[in-house]
């Protein structure tokens, strides 16, 4: 599961530069070189990186601190640590490589959720900072942002898939950081459902405003091409109009010509234009993220479950 989340890491880094690279002709004069600059110091210098992990992993800690001093001080139950039932070298190493493997997972997984945070941060930067123009002509890829949305679903269906495999091993972690049986049903479990279930939580939301972003450019851009082609509609209107009063001149002929040709022209482009609109909400989109969520949900709910039966 380790690996696993750190290839959602290194994925993420590898393809974030090149994905908004692809979107460089869509921005106007040197804006993208801004933008680049700026998202190159928001990865590298964010402060809602350690934000998060201390948000993600304190909780645990929090937890298993509590559970210590209660052994500790107040004569509670013994920690599940080996070291505390054999007092060797290789129980206390054991202790060590557990520990280490346990907050890693907890480590990557909040790196993940800012991930998508960050996302969700400059796709709404996007939007409200910069004036990108998609491709009209690109229906295909969205006028130029499929790859963009491609990449936003990739990430999320991972973070989701990710957070499954955390749920499945739920009972193995829990028992192996949060003590003995009777303190894990009165007060941990509950405690770890609700973060787990904030962490569920904070996936739908950040997948739904990444997505309500992404439609947002597209709207924006769409509605400033079709203006633009209904006010040369006008135009072209007008002009018909006018040397439809003088028809017997040949240079009025031609130029009614000329203005069918561009009349043609500004019909396919808003045909164009509204093919895109038409692929704002992806069907497919919306059909591998509900694939990747529904498993960590109904995981949850199984464990909930199972713990309301015992």
């Known amino acids: ?11 993420f880094f590898s393809n974030i530069y090149l994905i908004f690279r692809e979107l460089e002709p869509s921005f106007p004069e040197k804006q993208y070189q801004i933008f680049s600059h700026d998202l190159k110091k928001k990865l590298h210098r964010s402060w809602q990186f350690y934000l998060t992990i201390t948000v993600v992993v304190l909780p645990f800690l ?36 557990n520990t280490i493997i346990q907050y890693s997972l907890l480590l ?30 690109d229906s295909r890829e969205i ?29 193995s972690l829990i028992e192996s950081m949060f003590s003995n049986v009777m303190l894990r049903h009165k007060a941990i479990i509950p405690c770890e459902i609700i973060i787990l279930s904030l962490m569920i939580l904070i996936g739908l939301i950040i997948f739904l405003k990444e997505q309500k972003l992404i439609s947002h450019l597209i709207d924006k851009n769409v509605n400033y091409e079709l203006n633009e082609i209904y006010r040369n509609y006008k135009e072209i209107y007008d ?21 069918n040709i561009k009349m043609n022209f500004f019909e396919k482009k808003e045909i164009r234009i509204k093919e895109i609109l038409s692929k704002e909400f992806d069907p497919k989109t919306i059909s591998v993220f509900i694939i990747t969520t529904l498993p960590s949900i109904i995981t949850l709910i199984k464990e909930i479950n199972e713990i309301m039966n015992q």
């Open 62 to 97: 929090a937890l298993e601190l509590t559970d210590i001093l209660k052994y500790k001080f107040f004569n509670g139950s013994t920690p599940p640590y080996f070291y505390l039932f054999e007092k060797t070298f290789w129980s206390f190493s054991l202790d060590i490589i």
């Open 239 to 259: 002009k018909i109009l006018e040397i439809n009063s003088n028809l017997n001149d040949d240079e009025n002929k031609r130029e009614l010509e000329n203005l």
């Open 108 to 137: 990557f997984l909040a790196v993940i959720i800012w991930i998508m945070i960050e996302l969700a941060t400059i796709l709404n930067e996007l939007d409200k900072k910069y004036s990108i123009c998609i491709n009209v002509f």
């Open 1 to 11: 599961m380790i690996g696993y989340e750190y290839a959602t890491i290194k994925y």
């Open 143 to 171: 006028g130029g942002l499929k790859p963009l949305r491609n990449f936003v679903l990739s990430i999320v269906s991972r973070y989701f898939i990710t957070l499954t495999l955390v749920i499945i091993s739920y009972e």
